[in-house]
């Protein structure tokens, strides 16, 4: 069993719906957890960082920790063809310093 | 600007090859890591360092060795003891002691293709 699951999709969505994406995970050590969004053949890039339980939102965007579920949530409000991508959950806890273990990403597919 | 380059792009190599591939940062990152991407599954991280002249191993480091010479450079050759080595390579960097979670910066990727 992998330590961090993601479900791969492709998730397809009409434009201007939410988009709501999830990863579960084992290790409950893990206290920082990241979003990044990668388009096709291009590197990641982090869209938000958040620690412990709770919610975090910044834009179109809202990230949800549950750790007593060892479950995380993105969710993309209003989304945009532009937000078509790869999006990859990521997490670490203090112990392994900056090692990230990374969920295979979902595939989002947002149609006009 | 600041950035994370890779080069080159797009790389061929034939079985029994060594190739080395191109990171270097102007961010002024202590931090530099490698990573592989295979489709459908997660990065993978193969060799990271926090300061020059010193790398650690990552989860599958086999086939693969690296050197940190200059704070900026952080080069991976991937060698001919690799048994797959065809993927997409990853390089990042980040700041270190801003948390105990530092972020991580990626950039545009390398993809390996053995013929």
């Known amino acids: 069993q992998k330590e961090v699951e993601q479900d791969p999709g492709p998730l397809s969505v009409p434009e201007g719906a939410i988009v709501s994406l999830n990863c579960t995970y084992s290790?409950?050590?893990?206290?920082?957890f990241m979003w990044y969004r990668q388009y096709s053949r291009k590197g990641p890039e982090l869209l938000m960082y958040?620690?412990?339980?709770g919610n975090k939102e910044d834009g179109r965007f809202t990230a949800q920790v549950d750790k007593s579920s060892k479950y995380i949530s993105l969710f993309i409000r209003d989304s945009q063809p532009s937000d078509s991508a790869t999006y990859l959950c990521a997490m670490s806890d203090a112990a392994a310093g900056n090692k990230l273990t990374f969920g295979g990403g979902t595939r989002v597919l947002v149609k006009p | 600007d600041g950035g994370i380059t890779q080069s080159p792009k797009y790389l061929f190599r034939k079985e029994g090859q060594n190739v080395t591939l191109s990171c270097e940062q102007n961010?002024?990152?202590?931090?530099m890591y490698w990573y592989r991407q295979d489709p459908g599954q997660g990065l993978r991280l193969i060799y990271y360092?926090?300061?020059?002249?010193?790398?650690q191993k990552g989860d599958i480091a086999e086939g693969y060795s690296v050197s940190r010479e200059k704070k900026e450079s952080f080069p991976l050759t991937v060698t001919s003891a690799q048994k797959n080595p065809t993927a997409f390579y990853l390089c990042?960097?980040?700041?270190?002691?801003?948390?105990?979670?530092?972020?991580?910066?990626f950039g545009p990727g390398t993809r390996l293709t053995v013929l």
């Open positions: 990042a960097s980040s700041i270190l002691g801003q948390g105990p979670s530092d972020t991580q910066y």
């Open positions: 360092s926090q300061i020059v002249n010193d790398f």
């Open positions: 958040t620690y412990s339980s």
């Open positions: 961010l002024n990152h202590d931090a």
């Open positions: 290790n409950s050590a893990f206290q920082y």
